[in-house]
């Protein structure tokens, strides 16, 4: 009897040892989840420059490819390589080229998975899936054409074969593992950290394994030997670096470690992270390493290592190369992962209630991955937006500058328009000849910046421009990330332009409404992208002179009124504007007179059908305006209604 309770007792144990078959399960479900959020909104955002100048080093053949990405600018080659062979395999299209980071993302977990669970148990990593799966960080680095997303999937891949190679050994491993170290030094040159703290591994691991160390020496020696051309080049950058740009400056540790919690787990600067969300990461960090130093384990070693020994090996580097940025570390983002997890589990087993901090964390960062998907001011620069609007509302005459020059080929990429479109290169202090030189060729000049200032500080495109033209409309996508501003070079026009809505309306000072455009007629009162809180509706109204007129100043007034004629949008001013700089009495007779606005609409605007008016101020007073001739008896004698418009709800 002994001999079988003995035996029941045994079994109990190892069936609790075990990972129950709901851990990998879970596990699954968690990367099918991670899939699926990374795939369903993987073209929400449009690209932004750094994707588009990915695509431009891969657009030439192979040999022109390969000389480009081996330029020491370019810290990521093997990216740009695969990026070459991608583009042929799959298209142009923004979804099938994220779908390569995608891929290199839900890649890592199982990954991450394998390589947490041989050190210390299912459970954390389960966990440590899970913080990968929804961590902002690695949302948007998986939703975006750059080398981060296969950065942390190798990294996760070459740690897990370092464990395999020790565990296991053989020529094969040792192999795979040299293998897989090349590539990633090669999808980003900061990956020498994390093979540096590889380093420390090997002899933690090989302490008491003189063979296993061996190998690792070994394939180490093979790995240095193949890349002396990279090491060469990595000692002739430090002993002659010079910073590129001015804004780049020494960092102190304590700012580095505040600066990588603070985008590992909420994916903004420190200045943005909610508090709760920085103190909770922080405390479950300290207390995952404090757990895992106290626990004396060799695995525990291993993952502190991993998670800690690249950023205090890159510091003292950074006195020399202040060159820093979060994601450049990113490699080691799996094993800080694994350090919170660790902590989770530790409290969850002190006292089970604790385990709730792992569900508070969770819940704060999946509010950061929202804020990504649905917030305008925390996304990429949306040159979607800004394309669309140009070909929406450009002329048959048209010209778009863009400035910088090199973000042009964004633009260009979401573009369908007819416009001349092309980068200014000429002095962006002294724009005015260049402006001189168009007005006689174009009709509207849309101006696009992007990184102007950084470019050129305080530069006059948009001044001189103001000061020349009347503004057409004013857009700044994502907080003025970029800026569109359209101003109107040509005011007269032989005829009315084709697509224009016909009108017959003579105001008593000689001044005809003839016809207009709108850009909407049914649109909710709220916009969240370009000028929030309220959305416009932009509207081109077209004018003509009798012979006689009166000479005396007056102001359009173009409002959104409902049936009581209570005024709920109008619009903007821009002054000097067209009435400014092209008085009455200078309008040509037989010529038809085009003028833009935006209309402001009042964010509160009730959902209904509300009515388009124009008056005309004498003198902007809007309590003295004249009068409209042969108005019937019905309507209001001093305005015109001439349109209605559908306010839907939302926005």
Request: contains cysteine; aromatic residues 14%.
């Amino acid at each position: 009897m002994s001999d079988l309770l003995r035996r029941a007792r045994r079994a109990r144990i190892e069936a609790t040892a075990r990972p129950g078959a709901w851990i990998s399960v879970t596990a699954l479900l968690l990367i099918s989840v991670a899939y699926s959020l990374r795939t369903s909104t993987l073209t929400l955002q449009s690209m932004w420059i750094d994707e588009i100048m990915a695509l431009r080093y891969t657009s030439g053949d192979l040999a022109e490819t390969m000389r480009m990405i081996v330029r020491p600018e370019h810290n990521g080659p093997l990216f740009y390589l695969v990026l070459y062979g991608w583009r042929q395999l799959v298209g142009e299209s923004d979804f099938a080229l994220r779908y390569m980071s995608v891929a290199c993302s839900v890649l890592t977990l199982p990954l991450l998975y394998q390589w947490v669970k041989r050190l210390l148990g299912s459970r954390t990593a389960l966990v440590a899936v899970w913080l990968l799966s929804f961590s902002p960080f690695t949302l948007w680095f998986a939703q975006e054409l750059k080398m981060y997303a296969l950065h942390m999937m190798l990294g996760a891949a070459v740690s897990l074969a370092l464990l395999e190679a020790f565990r296991k050994g053989g020529w094969f491993r040792w192999t795979l593992y040299a293998l897989l170290a090349s590539t990633v030094l090669y999808s980003h040159l900061f990956g020498v950290f994390l093979i540096i703290s590889h380093v420390l591994v090997a002899l933690l691991l090989g302490w008491r394994n003189w063979r296993r160390l061996f190998g690792y020496v070994l394939s180490m020696g093979i790995l240095t030997l193949a890349h002396l051309p990279l090491v060469s080049f990595g000692v002739r950058v430090l002993r002659g670096y010079q910073p590129r740009d001015v804004w780049r400056g020494f960092i102190p540790l304590d700012e580095i470690v505040r600066d990588m919690i603070s985008y590992y787990f909420c994916r903004v600067p420190f200045i943005d992270v909610p508090w709760q969300t920085f103190v909770l990461a922080l405390g479950l960090g300290v207390v995952g390493a404090l757990a895992l130093l106290l626990s004396r384990r060799r695995a525990a070693g291993i993952v502190l290592l991993q998670a800690f020994a690249p950023v205090l090996v890159f510091y003292p580097m950074s006195f020399k190369v202040p060159v820093y940025d979060a994601k450049y570390l990113s490699a080691s983002l799996p094993a800080i992962f694994a350090v919170v997890a660790w902590a989770c589990v530790a409290l969850a087993r002190f006292w089970r209630p604790l385990g709730a901090l792992l569900l508070v964390l969770g819940m704060l960062m999946q509010n950061g991955a929202v804020r990504d998907l649905s917030a305008p001011a925390f996304q990429r620069g949306d040159w979607r937006f800004v394309a669309e609007y140009v070909d929406e509302h450009e002329g048959t005459n048209d010209l778009v500058i863009v400035f910088a020059h090199y973000v042009t080929r964004a633009f260009e990429r979401y573009y369908q328009g007819g416009s001349f479109v092309r980068p200014f290169a000429e002095d962006p202090y002294d724009p005015w000849p260049f402006y001189q030189r168009q007005v006689e060729n174009y009709d509207n000049l849309w101006l696009v910046l992007h990184h102007d200032q950084a470019m050129a500080p305080e530069n006059s495109l948009r001044q001189v421009a103001g000061t020349a033209f009347p503004v057409i409309t004013e857009q700044y996508p994502n907080m003025g990330r970029i800026a569109l501003i359209g101003y109107q070079m040509r005011y007269a026009y032989p005829a009315l332009p084709a697509g224009v809505t016909e009108l017959d309306a003579c105001f008593e000072n000689g001044v005809c409404l003839v016809g207009y455009q709108l850009d909407a007629v049914s649109l909710p009162p709220t916009e969240r992208l370009s000028h929030p809180p309220s959305n416009w509706i932009h509207i081109v109204l077209y004018w003509q002179r009798e012979d006689d007129v009166d000479d005396a100043a007056f102001r359009p007034l173009v409002r959104v009124v409902d049936d009581s004629f209570n005024v709920w949008g109008g619009n903007m001013e821009r002054r000097p504007d067209l009435f400014d700089r092209f008085p009455l009495g200078d309008w040509p007779i037989d010529e038809v007179i085009g003028t833009h606005f935006d209309l402001n609409l009042n964010p509160l605007t009730p959902p209904g059908v509300y009515r388009l008016e124009v008056s005309l101020a004498a003198d902007g007073d809007e309590n003295n305006r004249l009068e409209v001739v042969g108005a019937a008896a019905d309507q209001p004698q001093d305005r015109l209604l001439f349109e209605t418009v559908q306010i839907e709800p939302g926005g």
